[in-house]
């Protein structure tokens, strides 16, 4: 990858700032356990400190996972971990037990929730598949290994979870995010522009005034480019026209806005629209919802 590329996607993995929230840590004992973080509209994580289970998502065969591995699950899914393959109907949630001493067949997790605090890293992340597998085997994130070691060491010294574990957790997540950033494709979209050099001040841009009355002539201009080759470039990145793209920003900078308790009006005249009826067509286009029944489902789940 270019050099100056290489910086920008590491600008903006760093730009992330995931919140990580450990919400419990320890061991569980037996066949017979079952647990899963679903159901609490927020994104979660499994960390895999020492033993193995199985992860198990509807529609998807069974994953198993060994030490120093993890699931990053970047939007609520149904999800679950036991420690069979094929749990029996008996298995079901059980106490936790504390991760020191360590029982033979013992499994010790780390597990608990991100929030992503700012409007980019809420966007950028939206890029990515629902559920992120940090493996053991490969050898591009050998460097993590050392981060488990600590992340054991604290479940053993305390059996509740210390601000350390939530840093720590939040490396790890670092570590994988940039290795997809690199190596991967992603979704097109924010982060298929962003990543671009030639295209971060532009999105930058976007992101700080949303309610400019774009041109594709003022975007080509902050590009640095003619107008037919901004468009050729754009669409090549991204796969959307740069009106269709700036359609789309806006409406999730408004449904983040709406989230915040914003008003559908305020939330509107943020993102450039006058009419309250124009705003609602659009937000119903992009984000499937009513900009008003949008934000009373998110209120509820608070």
């Known amino acids: 990858m270019h050099a100056e590329t290489d910086r920008i996607v590491d600008w903006l993995v760093s730009g992330l700032e995931p919140q ?116 053991a085997g490969n050898p591009a994130l050998a460097a993590v290994a050392p981060l488990f070691d600590l992340l054991l060491a604290e479940a053993e010294r305390d059996a509740a979870a210390s601000p350390l574990m939530e840093r720590l957790t939040e490396l790890l997540f670092f570590y994988l995010v940039r290795e997809l950033a690199h190596h991967r494709d992603v979704e097109a979209g924010l982060w298929a522009v962003w990543r671009k050099p030639q295209f971060a001040p532009l999105v930058e841009r976007l992101l700080r005034e949303p309610g400019r009355d774009w041109s594709v002539e003022d975007m080509a201009r902050i590009a640095n480019m003619s107008r037919a080759s901004f468009f050729k470039h754009f669409v090549d990145a991204c796969g959307q026209p740069p009106a269709q793209f700036l359609l789309g920003l806006r409406m999730r900078i408004a449904a983040r806005r709406l989230r915040s308790g914003d008003s559908v009006l305020r939330a509107a005249e943020h993102v450039g629209y006058q009419s309250q009826a124009a705003f609602t067509r659009a937000f119903k286009k992009v984000i499937g919802e009513q900009p008003g029944a949008y934000q009373r489902a998110r209120r509820d789940l608070h």
């Open 20 to 135: 990580a929230s450990v919400f419990h840590v320890g061991q569980y004992c037996g066949s017979d356990w079952r647990a899963s973080t679903a159901g609490r509209a927020r994104a979660s994580f499994h960390l895999v400190l020492r033993g193995h289970c199985w992860l198990h998502r509807p529609g998807a065969e069974p994953l198993q996972l060994g030490p120093r591995e993890a699931v990053f699950l970047l939007r609520d899914l149904p999800h679950s971990l036991t420690a069979e393959r094929d749990p029996g109907p008996a298995c079901g949630p059980r106490p936790m037990l504390p991760a020191r001493p360590a029982m033979d067949g013992g499994t010790t997790l780390a597990c608990g929730f991100f929030d992503f605090r700012e409007l980019p890293g809420d966007m950028l992340v939206a890029s990515f598949p629902d559920c992120l597998l940090l493996r």
